[in-house]
């Protein structure tokens, strides 16, 4: 017998052939445990041989390598339907019905009213499937071997769901694939290298980012200057492409609003942010932030976490310019920064030019609308906004760092070390004391059934001793609130100096320097008209508040 070659669909123009024999093969990541009898080569010489035999007209081979059978938006699965559904093929083969796929409903659907309606054979060759030969077995046989195939792929998805919970909740990672930056460890696959190339790539777009640029100018400037795609960079490193269209060759704002949010870059790993809605479907569902599994530094951190926490903050609010042609010299440079002292809502930013005179200004959003909510437009010039900005940081830098610390302390509240130390013992001399006093009660109460004690003076001591428990309790729940307090307040001055540490002169604004340093900026209700009109602006920085600096 000669030796049948038959060509991949993918290698023939199918368009304009008939009485095509479909030989399909599939193989999922699963199915690859089940060793060499499910292999893709494996079916092929048994279908071929099946092919030869019968003599079966047109065969193409149509794989689909690493999909699961509950997916049936698989190419080679999809292309085959297709040429169906055209009047096309003549017979359908496969090794057996689990191949073809593991959906109840859906391989009724083909084997009972889709092949029939289009007078295509099918075959299923180790489950004795013919539809040319059928027989009252095979009739009842083969819808219960399409459900057991189902719930084969069901308990198979459960105990992979299990494994992946079980990994991710001791801190392995998950993820094929490592996110643009970084590459697997050759000697430990569950360790993450950093990309050199592609962590620089990273830390531009953080920096833009900060520095107040869109994502519509980033994504023009990766593709402006051709820097790879995380799909290409794949390719560079000598692993297989993910990318199914062009458009994965390109880069898009899509692309910049995960990276941008992924706290992996901190040298994090974050598990379990999404899930799939079930086995048969495999949309993915996000999973609420507070539900994630973190593990901090477990690889080489790409971002510092002061630049993140910037960017987060500043991705919250729109950047909008009503008029691009007064783009430049009009950035909305306190985007997202500026409330309303009267109602509480946002700023709105207005840029406007008049006989080439820069009037941009920010207004109450309540105030601006058909319906106004708020009795004030609280209106302000940014000019003005950004001078009193200014002058507030500069002031603030030219305080000795020892004064600023001291009036900080001061605004918190915070107890000199001495009395923090002496609160600490308080506390835990108190914690003893309950705990003692608990033995105590308890002895009285064994002494009292042993008739040791009376029930009088068992009644008297084990009173006075739950009364002053009580007390201890309040007292240690105060000295626990006071020191947390202190605590905290301790941390937020700590992260407001090292990053106010970073700027021995400031000249002038810009949006990074803003959003780093400058929480919000409350605009009060002005006083009086034209030269008499004041009004009042409270500046709140990041951790620490309000300051007076006088």
Request: contains cysteine; glycine residues 4%; positive net charge.
């Amino acid at each position: 017998m000669r030796t049948l070659t038959i060509k991949d669909y993918t290698q023939v123009d199918t368009s304009k052939m008939s009485n095509i024999t479909v030989v399909y093969c599939r193989l999922s990541q699963d199915d690859r445990m089940d060793g060499e009898s499910n292999s893709i080569v494996n079916q092929k010489q048994m279908l071929a041989k099946i092919v030869s035999e019968k003599e079966l007209p047109n065969p193409l081979f149509f794989v689909d390598d690493g999909w699961t059978g509950t997916n049936f938006n698989r190419p080679a699965i999809s292309k085959a339907l297709t040429l169906v559904q055209n009047g096309q093929v003549r017979n359908f083969i496969c090794k057996d019905l689990s191949r073809l796929g593991r959906d109840f409903i859906k391989i009724g659907q083909l084997t009972e009213i889709t092949f029939p309606s289009h007078d295509v054979r099918f075959l299923a060759v180790n489950d004795n499937i013919d539809s040319n030969h059928p027989s009252e077995t095979n009739d009842i046989f083969l819808p219960i071997k399409s459900l057991m195939d189902e719930l084969y792929a069901k308990d198979v998805s459960k105990k992979v769901k299990a494994v992946f919970h079980a990994k991710a909740k001791a801190g392995q990672k998950i993820s094929f694939n490592p996110p643009y930056g970084y590459k697997k460890d050759p000697d430990d696959l569950n360790h993450w290298l950093v990309d050199e190339e592609a962590a620089e790539i990273v830390q531009k777009i953080f920096e833009k980012a900060k520095n107040g640029e869109n994502l519509s100018q980033i994504t023009h400037w990766l593709n402006n200057t051709h820097v790879p795609t995380p799909n290409q960079q794949r390719q560079k490193n000598g692993l297989k492409s993910l990318a199914q269209t062009y458009s994965e060759n390109i880069w898009r704002r899509a692309t910049l609003e995960v990276m941008l949010d992924r706290q992996e870059y901190l040298g994090h790993t974050v598990s379990l942010k999404t899930r799939k809605k079930s086995f048969k479907n495999r949309k993915r569902v996000d999973i609420p932030k507070e539900e994630w599994l973190i593990f901090k530094n477990t690889h080489p951190a790409i971002i510092d976490q002061a630049t993140f926490d910037v960017v987060q903050k500043m991705r919250q609010h729109k950047r909008i310019r009503r008029n691009l042609k007064l783009e430049k010299g009009h950035e909305n440079l306190f985007a997202g920064l500026v409330f309303c002292h009267t109602c509480g809502n946002k700023h709105r930013f207005c840029a406007q030019q008049k006989k080439n005179v820069n009037l941009d200004h920010y207004k109450c959003s309540a105030y601006s609308k058909e319906i106004r909510t708020c009795e004030n437009a609280h209106y302000i010039r940014k000019d003005c906004l950004e001078q009193i900005v200014l002058s507030d940081l500069q002031a603030l830098l030219q305080l000795d760092e020892n004064k600023l610390l001291s009036k900080l302390e001061e605004q918190f509240q915070i107890e000199n070390t001495k009395q923090t130390k002496k609160q600490r013992k308080q506390l835990v001399d108190g914690q003893k004391r309950i705990q003692q006093i608990d033995q105590f009660i308890q002895k009285l109460y064994e002494d009292n059934l042993l008739g040791k004690i009376s029930d009088e003076r068992f009644e008297t001591l084990s009173k006075s001793y739950e009364q002053e428990q009580i007390k201890l309790k309040e007292l240690v729940k105060s000295l626990e609130e006071q020191i947390a307090k202190n605590s905290s307040s301790q941390k937020n001055i700590d992260q407001f100096l090292t990053r106010i540490r970073k700027y021995t002169k400031i000249e002038s604004l810009n949006v990074a320097l803003v959003n780093e340093l400058i929480d919000k900026i409350v605009i009060h209700k002005p006083i009086g008209s034209g030269r008499n009109r004041t009004i009042e602006i409270d500046i709140y920085y990041n951790f620490i508040g309000r300051i007076d600096i006088r």
